[in-house]
Each structure stands twice: as structure tokens, then as C-alpha cells.
């Protein structure tokens, strides 16, 4: 019998095919006339076309929104905030635009009202990752939570076959490490289950054809469900490691989640193994590190950190940046297992069960 805590988050989430149409009417149900649209420079045109839909509603729009969130591009879009009186923010687009919204409403107390197009799960999370002098750092608030997510299918349909399939398999990653947190709960085990099927289902015919608005509907309610999990309960080795990595060698953030999961998996096999077992059921797959790394082959995506931009000279230095300040793990983080890890992903080698089998020494 495991005693736990479960927070709920609150928050309203609006989801279907073309739901975009009710912007307005949850603008104004906020009482507020006067939003800012936020995006990334690729989705400019996106963003004026909700500006137009908005009409008198809307300000404007600041589409200067990049990975990471620096605080300099913060500062600048502040400083659009201030001039245009803006009374809300609307962010439409990934984790990029999302973590900009969540930096200016902290900054600001303005509401938010996210139309998430990726995969990430940022839109559910009261976290906030942001970059000061070129190092990332977190702030978590239940204050970021945007006040409404509409989640339109419809706006998925352009986001590329390639990121679409590293943005699910990032969100598989919020929900397999839910599931071996220190913090796990039922609840959030379930929620967990049903993201990874939704998304595991999903991917492969997106891959076939990203058009298919079924397996898009599929793919954004798997990822709405793997967010609520990561702003649920404490994520452990792979998203350090995938932090880590990000940072130190700037690191495409949704490639990195792929090629490391089936390793950071496998470490955790000996120590977690009812969880890496309900992983490896919700996959369809016999056994979650293998299963994986055969789906992300199959899925054409990149398995090997040296096919993303990390160099080699740089798995020394990743391994102690991982170990000096550890995310809780259930199998113990040491220098010379992650050093190993990071080898075996460097190379993309099927993960080494074998080994990572006797790491039950938490
Ligand atoms: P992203 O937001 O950077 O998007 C990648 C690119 O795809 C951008 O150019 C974007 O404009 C474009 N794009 C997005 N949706 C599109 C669509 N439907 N059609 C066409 N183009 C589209 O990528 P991401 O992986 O969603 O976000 C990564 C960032 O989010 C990182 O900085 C990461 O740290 C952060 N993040 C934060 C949390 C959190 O809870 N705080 C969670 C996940 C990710």
C-alpha cells in the first residue's frame, strides 16, 4: 500500500477539430480585450491570422519567440507588452512560444491563453525553463499555468513529419519517467498509460501520412495526457540528462529525448522493473528499452546523439554535469554508468539490458 499526495492543476482545456473558433469567446469570458499574440518568427503568419480573427481584441503580435527562452527576447517582448497595453497574451505554437507566454505572465500576472501545435506538453506544466547568459534555469509556479488550453487538431496537421515524431517521442518521455517517479501516484500512472498507447498508436501513421487527422487527434490527446504527467510529479535521469545536454551543447531539445529514452530506460530497468513493464505494455512491445529503440528506427527518426550535433569530447563533461546535481532516480546515478549510457547513445547501439539489468541498487 503506497501512501501519496496528488495535486490537481487547474485549468480549462478546450479540445477537437477546429476549436480554434472559440478563441474569442474565452478571451472575452476572462473579461480581457486586449491580447497579445505570441509565437516563434517560422509561425508568423499564423499568428496574424489569429490577430485578424481576434480583430479588435488583439493588440498585435510579437513573433520573436525562440527555444529556451532567453531572457533577452523576454525583455523585448516586455517591452512590447508596455507599449501596446496588452491586457492578455496568446501564445500559439511549441514549447518555445509557450515558455515566452509563461516568462512574460510571470513577469506580468497577464493571463494566458495557449493553442499548442507541437507535442512538448509545456501548455500543462507550471514550469518554466529559462536561459540567463547561456545557462537554463528553472522556475516552477503553479502562477504559469495558462488560464485555457485550446487544443485544434487542426493546427497539427502542419507541424513536419520529422518533429512530429520527435516532439511524441518527447512526450512518451514525460510519461515513462511518471511512472517511476519518487512522487508516482495512481492516478498519474494511469493518465501516464494512456498517453504513451495514444502516442505509440499514433506516430506510425503519422509517419505514413501526416494528414491524418485521426492519428493527429490521437497524437495531441497523448500529448496533452504525458504533460499533465510532467507537471505532476518529479521527472528523474533522462530529462537531466536531456537538460544537460541541451544546455552544454545546444542540442536540438525534442531529437535529444529521443535518441537517449531507450538507454535512460534501460538504466532504470533493474531498479523500476512494474513500471518499465507497464512502458513496455502501453508500447505494445515486449520489453520498453528495446521496444522503443526499434519503434524510433522504424520511425526514421535519429538514434544516435552523434547524428544531433553532440561531440564526442563532450560525453566526459555531460556525465559530470549529470551526476554534480542529480534529478532523484530510482536506479543511483554514478559517473561511470552515465558515462556508459552516454557512450552506447553516442554510437546509437541497442541499449545494453544486460548491464543496466543489475543497476537495482537505488
Ligand atoms: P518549438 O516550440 O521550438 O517548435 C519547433 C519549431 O516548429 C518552431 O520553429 C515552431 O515555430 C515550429 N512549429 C511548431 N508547431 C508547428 C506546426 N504545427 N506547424 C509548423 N511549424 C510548427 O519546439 P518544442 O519541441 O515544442 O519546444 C521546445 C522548447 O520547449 C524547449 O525550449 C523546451 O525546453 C521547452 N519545453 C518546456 C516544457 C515545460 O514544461 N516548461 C515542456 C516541454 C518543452
Excluded at 69 to 88: F, M, Y
Excluded at 164 to 190: D, K, M, Q, R
Amino acid at each position: 500500500m503506497l501512501p501519496f499526495v496528488y495535486t490537481a492543476l487547474p485549468m480549462r482545456v478546450i479540445f477537437g477539430s477546429g476549436t480554434l473558433v472559440h478563441l474569442n469567446r474565452e478571451l472575452a469570458a476572462l473579461d480581457r480585450h486586449r491580447a497579445l499574440v505570441l509565437s516563434t518568427p517560422a509561425q508568423e503568419q499564423q499568428a496574424n491570422a489569429i490577430a485578424d480573427q481576434l480583430g479588435r481584441s488583439s493588440v498585435g503580435i510579437f513573433a520573436g519567440a525562440v527555444m529556451h527562452t532567453p531572457v533577452e527576447v523576454t525583455e523585448r517582448a516586455l517591452q512590447k507588452v508596455a507599449k501596446t497595453g496588452a491586457d492578455a497574451l496568446v501564445s500559439v505554437g511549441g514549447g518555445s512560444t509557450i515558455g515566452l507566454g509563461k516568462a512574460l505572465s510571470l513577469r506580468t500576472s497577464l493571463p494566458q491563453i495557449v493553442v499548442p501545435t507541437t507535442y512538448a506538453g509545456s501548455e500543462v506544466t507550471p514550469i518554466l525553463g529559462q536561459t540567463v547568459g547561456g545557462r537554463k534555469t528553472t522556475v516552477r509556479d503553479p502562477n504559469l499555468l495558462p488560464k485555457v488550453v485550446l487544443y485544434d487538431v487542426d493546427l497539427t496537421l502542419t507541424l513536419p513529419g520529422p518533429l512530429s515524431i520527435t516532439s511524441g517521442i518527447n512526450a512518451i518521455a514525460h510519461a515513462a519517467e511518471a511512472l517511476y517517479a519518487i512522487n508516482a501516484n495512481p492516478v498519474v500512472s494511469a493518465i501516464a498509460e494512456i498517453g504513451i498507447a495514444s502516442l505509440a498508436r499514433a506516430l506510425p501513421r503519422i509517419r505514413e501520412m501526416p494528414a491524418d487527422r485521426s492519428a493527429r487527434y490521437d497524437a495531441l490527446l497523448g500529448a496533452w495526457t504525458c504533460g499533465i504527467c510532467l507537471g505532476s510529479v518529479d521527472m528523474a535521469l533522462h530529462h537531466k540528462l536531456c537538460h544537460t545536454l541541451g544546455g552544454a551543447f545546444d542540442l536540438p531539445h525534442s531529437e535529444t529525448h529521443t535518441a537517449l529514452l531507450p538507454y535512460t530506460l534501460a538504466y532504470n530497468s533493474g531498479s523500476s522493473p512494474v513500471a518499465i513493464q507497464r512502458i513496455a505494455s502501453a508500447l505494445g512491445a515486449e520489453d520498453a528499452p528495446r521496444g522503443l529503440f526499434e519503434l524510433v528506427g522504424r520511425l526514421g527518426a535519429p538514434r544516435a546523439l552523434k547524428d544531433i550535433g553532440m561531440p564526442r569530447e563532450g560525453i566526459r563533461l555531460a556525465s559530470e554535469l549529470a551526476v554534480a546535481s542529480p534529478y532523484p532516480n530510482p536506479a543511483r546515478v554514478t559517473q561511470d554508468r552515465v558515462h556508459h549510457l552516454l557512450e552506447r547513445a553516442w554510437e546509437g547501439l541497442p541499449p545494453d539490458l544486460k548491464e543496466y539489468r543489475g543497476f537495482n541498487d537505488a
